[in-house]
Structure formats: structure tokens, C-alpha cells
């Protein structure tokens, strides 16, 4: 009998507690309205779900106490170079003063600044850049630094991982983080043969380090796609290591050196150093002169290229020279959603087009406002999405979207140039250019770890504008007249999953 008027007592304390933390929430009052109906009709299976997937850590105290050991090494770096990189305006003069607002804000909760003298590739075609890739881990010396959503176990995947477990045995740090919770198919075995090696190998949701923390984090995902070589080169996008990525799908992804190494640098040590990882030595030695990179080797015996297309070549685009670039990372530790108000300041501004590739359109009503606003006002808003989803709930939802936005104006067109389209990109006025690996939806606004790169740059928007205009080439372009005779199944489909959008 005690007992059981314990449990009642702590369960009573329990949901009261969490209902007062509700109501505190700052943010979305729908979203606040909606978990307390649930609690109030569920009690026991609303606090269990609310523990899982709804609990907001968009508090400055709770961001300080999961970022401890980062910060303080952050605090450790000496004035001068490294400090006006990180936190100084160095390059901001350089950035045209009607998107200099812009750098601020993307700024925010120790993120990184612009920074200039830059060279950066665009890449669109995976195979390049797994010829890039492989080419770069050959040629690292100190370490190698990893952070993947999703890595493979077929042959394109095999090829980085033994160079990966090569390097380390080499004598090379290798650091790598996996995203283990969507990784389900990849299971001890495969992490223990890469820690034989000599590979750190870090799972970003650990359930060693305690229950709560565990049970509380499984909604979050890293979905960041990172390689820093030796502090010199970088690669940050929207590619991961799998397959699909080398053999199909249409992506884009950058290969970057330059001081905007050293902010994809810091992006990662803060992951490695929260999620429970050490450092082998001083922090601020992770942050060299960068200069020019290490040149590529020579193809060697453990070079497998990557297989040539119906021509037998793979064009690149020309690397770009001396790019203002600001590395943006965000997760749902962050004071304030970055990436979301990014979006919304970059439509804001936009004076003559901005043009928008995702694979998953489920946009925030910040965000969709912003462009329905944008096009109103005689902005060429462009938005380009799959024609085929690669889940088939995500094209019943991304159309959901679409009535709204050609009424507003939005021009909407459905890539059928391959398999499907993963790029996360947009480009504005010939000037500003972002790539990243946030989708337009709730959970890379909210939940996931994700980073995005803003280029200010004009010969780089122009050059993404012209891939743009390609892809254009093989869409169909979604009409207000075609769009308006669909069959009262689909408008009834839409209108059902658009109910669900926010979890998805």
C-alpha cells in the first residue's frame, strides 16, 4: 500500500513538473497546446513520449552544461589569429552591405564568422567527389577527423573505410563519428574492426554514458556530413558514404580549404568533445596556418576510381578562388534556430530571385511565410523538389505545400533528371550561395544537428545559378492549371499527411 502511494505521489510530482515546463516553453504555443492535450488524455503515455521526443533544450544554461568541455577549451584559445577568426570582423567588411546583416545572425550561440581567402569546389556528381575524397585521405599525415549521417557497407563505402583503417595503422588520428541510431544495419562487428585499427570511433547517441541521456536524446540526430584532413581540407554538403550517393542520386557537396576549414573544425571538435570524445593535445594546435593544401597524390594501389559516366569522364566545376565563406552549424542545443532564421532572413532579403533545392519541402510557418511573402512582393521564388520521394510518405507531404505556394507565386518544379535529388541548396541575387545538409522541414530546423555553408560570393551564385538552370532542364514545372485538376484523392491524401508533417 505505501509503496503504491509513493509511485502515485512521484507520478503525480512528475506530471505536474513537466506540465509547468510546458507552459514555461518559449516558442511555437501550438506545439505547447498540442503535448498538453496529449498529456491530459494519456497521462502515463504522453510523459513517456514527451521524455523521448519533446523536450526543448533551446536554454543557454542547459547549452553550457552539455558544451562544457568544448567551451573551455574554446576560452583556452589565445588572442589574436584564432579569436579573430572565430569571433572577430575581420573579412565582414568585405561582404556586401546588404548581406552583411546576414553574418550576425548566423553568428549566433558560438557559431562560427566569415572568413576570407577561401578556395572552394562545388560538387555535383558523387563520383567526384569520392575521387576527391579518397585521394585527400591518402595524402593526410596527422589526422582525420569524420562525421557521417549515414555510412555504408557496400563496395563505394568499403573503399573509404580501409582507407580510413590504413591511415590509422599508418600512425594517422583518425576520428570518427557515426550516427548510430539510423546506422541499424552497421552493428558491432563492423565499429570493432575499425577500433582494431587504431580508429576512435565515437556513436553520437551513446547508451553507456547513462540511461536518462540516452532515452532523452533518441529523437535527435547528427545529421551533419563532415571530413577535416590534417586542419587543411574539408568537405561539408549534402553527400553521405553509401552507394546511392557515388551512383545516382543528384547532390551537391564542397571541398573547401582555407580558413573555413578551421570553423568545420571546430563544428566537429564541439560534437567529438560533448558526445564524450578526447583530444590527444592542446586544443588550439587543431588550428594550423591552413595556406595551401596538401597537393593529391598520385592514384596508388589503394586507389579505386570512381566508375566513369556514359562518356567516360567526370567534369568538374572550376574551383572557385578567395570565397567569403561562413560555416553554420545548429542543433536543437542552440539558444535560437539558427538555420530556420537563416532561411528566413536570407528570403527576406532577397531583392531579385532565390532559388531553392530540397529533397523534403515541409517548411516551418516562419519559412513558408517568408517565401509566400517574397514572391508576393515580385521575388523570383524557385523551388526545386523530387519528382520521385525516396519514402513514400514524403511526396504526398511535400505537395501538401504546393497550393499555397502557387497561389503565392512560387514557382515549383519536380527534378526527373535521375533517381532522385538530395542537393540542400539555395542561391540568391548573384551574390549569396548556401549549402548544406538541413532539408526544409521541422526536424532540421528543430531536432537535428546540421551544418550549413553560406558562400558570399558572386562568380560562386553564378555558378551555382547555371547548375541550377541545368537541373531546370530535366523538371517538370508544376503549373497552377495542371495542379488545380488533381483528383479529389490526392487533395484528401494531402490534407491527411499534412496533419503529420511536423513529425516527419
Given at each position: 500500500m505505501f509503496l503504491n502511494i509513493l509511485f502515485s505521489a512521484l507520478f503525480v510530482l512528475l506530471l505536474v513538473g513537466v506540465v509547468l515546463v510546458i507552459l514555461f516553453e518559449e516558442g511555437d504555443s501550438g506545439r505547447k497546446?498540442?503535448?498538453?492535450?496529449?498529456?491530459?488524455?494519456?497521462?502515463?503515455?504522453?510523459?513517456?513520449?514527451?521524455?523521448?521526443?519533446?523536450?526543448?533544450?533551446?536554454?543557454?544554461?542547459?547549452?553550457?552544461i552539455f558544451h562544457k568541455p568544448w567551451l573551455e577549451a574554446q576560452a583556452q584559445l589565445p588572442e589574436g589569429r584564432l579569436k579573430e577568426l572565430f569571433e572577430g570582423e575581420r573579412s565582414l567588411a568585405a561582404v556586401q552591405e546588404h548581406w552583411r546583416s546576414l553574418v550576425p545572425l548566423l553568428a549566433t550561440d558560438d557559431a562560427n564568422t566569415v572568413c576570407g581567402g577561401n578556395d572552394v569546389e562545388i560538387i555535383t556528381d558523387g563520383r567526384r567527389k569520392y575521387d576527391l575524397l579518397v585521394r585527400d585521405l591518402l595524402a593526410a599525415k596527422e589526422y582525420i577527423h569524420v562525421e557521417y549521417y549515414l555510412f555504408g557497407k557496400d563496395p563505394w563505402s568499403d573503399g573509404i573505410r580501409r582507407i580510413l583503417m590504413q591511415k590509422a595503422r599508418e600512425g594517422v588520428k583518425v576520428r570518427f563519428i557515426h550516427e548510430n541510431i539510423v546506422n541499424f544495419d552497421l552493428f558491432g562487428k563492423y565499429w570493432k574492426e575499425m577500433a582494431d585499427a587504431g580508429i576512435e570511433v565515437l556513436p553520437f547517441t551513446n547508451p553507456r554514458r547513462h540511461l536518462l541521456n540516452f532515452v532523452t536524446r533518441l529523437n535527435y540526430r547528427?545529421?551533419?556530413?563532415?571530413?577535416?584532413i590534417d586542419g587543411r581540407t574539408g568537405y561539408c554538403g549534402g553527400m553521405n558514404i553509401k552507394a546511392?550517393?557515388?551512383?545516382?542520386?543528384?547532390?551537391?557537396?564542397l571541398r573547401v580549404t582555407g580558413d573555413a576549414v578551421l570553423s568545420l573544425q571546430s563544428s566537429f571538435l564541439s560534437t567529438w568533445m560533448t558526445a564524450g570524445g578526447t583530444i590527444d593535445r592542446e586544443y588550439g594546435q587543431f588550428f594550423p596556418e591552413t595556406g595551401d593544401a596538401a597537393a593529391l597524390p598520385e592514384p596508388g594501389a589503394e586507389f579505386r576510381p570512381a566508375r566513369p559516366g556514359a562518356d567516360g569522364t567526370v567534369v568538374p566545376h572550376p574551383v572557385l578562388k578567395e570565397v567569403l565563406v561562413q560555416v553554420v552549424p545548429d542543433e536543437a542545443d542552440n539558444r535560437w534556430p539558427i538555420t530556420q532564421m537563416g532561411y528566413v532572413r536570407a528570403i527576406s532579403l532577397a531583392r531579385e530571385y532565390i532559388w531553392l533545392q530540397t529533397p523534403y519541402f515541409v517548411p516551418t510557418e516562419p519559412v513558408l511565410e517568408a517565401l509566400k511573402a517574397a514572391a508576393l512582393s515580385g521575388v523570383d521564388v524557385r523551388l526545386m523538389v523530387p519528382f520521385r520521394t525516396d519514402a513514400p510518405l514524403m511526396g504526398p507531404v511535400n505537395e501538401s505545400f504546393f497550393s499555397e505556394c502557387l497561389a503565392a507565386g512560387i514557382r515549383i518544379f519536380r527534378w526527373k533528371g535521375g533517381t532522385f535529388i538530395h542537393a540542400k541548396t539555395f542561391v540568391c541575387d548573384d551574390y549569396l550561395t548556401m549549402v548544406g545538409s538541413a532539408n526544409i522541414d521541422y526536424r532540421s530546423f528543430m531536432i537535428n544537428h546540421e551544418i550549413n555553408t553560406f558562400l558570399y560570393d558572386r562568380p560562386a551564385a553564378l555558378q551555382y545559378k547555371s547548375i541550377f538552370l541545368e537541373d531546370q532542364e530535366v523538371s517538370e514545372e508544376v503549373t497552377w492549371d495542371r495542379w488545380t485538376q488533381r483528383s479529389w484523392f490526392r487533395k484528401l491524401r494531402e490534407r491527411i499527411f499534412r496533419l503529420f508533417a511536423p513529425l516527419l
Open positions: 497546446a498540442a503535448w498538453l492535450l496529449i498529456i491530459t488524455i494519456l497521462p502515463v503515455i504522453g510523459l513517456v513520449l514527451y521524455l523521448m521526443v519533446g523536450i526543448s533544450y533551446r536554454y543557454r544554461w542547459l547549452y553550457r547528427d545529421h551533419r556530413k563532415i571530413v577535416v546511392r550517393y557515388f551512383e545516382g542520386w543528384r547532390d551537391t557537396h
